[in-house]
């Protein structure tokens, strides 16, 4: 099948922005990918290919994709994980921009001319990233995806800002979805495919290589739209930033290990307190809401970050009558020293 020609669409396309190879990866979101697609179909900036990577879906997904096969790079490979689905797709990607699309979210018209467009006028960035808003939830519904640090970030008034951000996406993912990114395929040469290891975070390593080496820009245009959905891999709604810390304080484990050596006692000091907040929030959610479910996920944390001392403490917490649990909470400031 030709690729899609990188060529400009409706007044408002860039003719001279870099080719783009648009990665969309899905796992039984028949329901929504349809959306996706059509949402790249419908970029100012038309991308050199569309490639759809199916990681293993058992629902109508292909059925619904059927339509598409003459505009797109369909692939079904059995179910390895959305970082395995992503790295898949970069493998066969020939553009010099790689734009990464979840199955369930969708991009604005001129999310690609205008990320492609910077691309061009900052050759030298690793990464390049807009803002968004939530839907599918009430509670989230028009919310932007830019976290105040990286508002922090944009500084002057202004629609883009070029950044050194590594501290501060070491202090926390300020990034909420992959579908805001596009890398530089040489820059993904450079750091290497995302890691299959972390079912959520692979994402959020991917972000600390590339911010290591090189400048992120930052776009304070909404141009993706991050679906809600609480069959997600970040789970329900009020349970996403114990998923999401979860994953941090494994990927921080990682990196403490490529941090330059003057970083490893800060990043040592950020992990610990997140682990202290994180088991403290768990244990209180599993007393008033679900004691189950927090204990499994306290168990997690005793094991992957042992000896925890303050895993431990917050574990006996979710069960332990009021007076042991005040006790408790009277020695966990020892604990934490």
Not at 5 to 28: D, E, K, L
Not at 55 to 69: F, I, K, M, N
Request: charged share 20%; aromatic share 8%; hydrophobic share 45%.
């Amino acid at each position: 099948m030709p690729a899609l020609a990188a060529t400009a669409g409706p007044p408002g396309a860039v003719s001279s922005a870099p080719s783009v190879s648009a990665i969309i990866t899905t796992y039984n979101q028949a329901a929504y990918v349809g959306e996706a697609v059509a949402s790249v179909l419908g970029q100012t900036l038309a991308p050199r290919e569309i490639i759809v990577v199916d990681d293993g879906s058992t629902d109508d997904t292909r059925e619904v994709l059927a339509p598409y096969r003459d505009r797109i790079r369909y692939v079904h490979q059995a179910n390895q994980g959305v970082a395995a689905a992503r790295n898949a797709g970069v493998r066969m990607a020939q553009g010099d921009l790689v734009a990464l699309l979840d199955g369930d979210d969708a991009w604005e018209p001129e999310k690609l001319a205008v990320q492609a467009s910077a691309a061009a006028a900052h050759p030298g960035a690793g990464l390049l990233v807009v803002d968004g808003e939530h839907f599918g939830h009430p509670d989230v519904e028009g919310v932007g995806l830019f976290w105040p640090s990286a508002r922090a970030l944009l500084g002057v008034p202004g629609p883009v800002a070029v950044r050194h951000c590594y501290d501060e996406l070491l202090r926390m993912n300020f990034i909420s979805t992959t579908s805001q990114v596009m890398i530089p395929r040489r820059v993904l040469d450079v750091v290497g495919p995302s890691d299959p290891s972390f079912p959520l975070g692979g994402d959020y390593d991917l972000y600390l290589r590339i911010a290591a080496r090189y400048e992120v820009v930052l776009i304070d245009r909404r141009l993706t739209r991050w679906r809600y959905l609480p069959t997600s891999m970040s789970g329900p709604h009020a349970r996403r930033p114990f998923r999401w810390a979860e994953e941090n304080l494994a990927v921080w484990r990682k990196h403490l290990a490529l941090v330059p050596p003057e970083r490893r006692a800060a990043l040592r000091r950020r992990r610990r307190a997140s682990l202290h907040t994180t088991a403290r929030d768990v244990a209180l959610y599993g007393r008033g809401v679900d004691r189950a479910w927090a204990t499994r996920y306290l168990l997690r944390l005793w094991t992957r970050n042992f000896p925890s001392p303050t895993a431990t403490a917050f574990l006996l917490a979710v069960w332990a009558p009021r007076g042991v649990v005040r006790l408790l909470r009277a020695l966990a400031p020892r604990a934490r020293g």
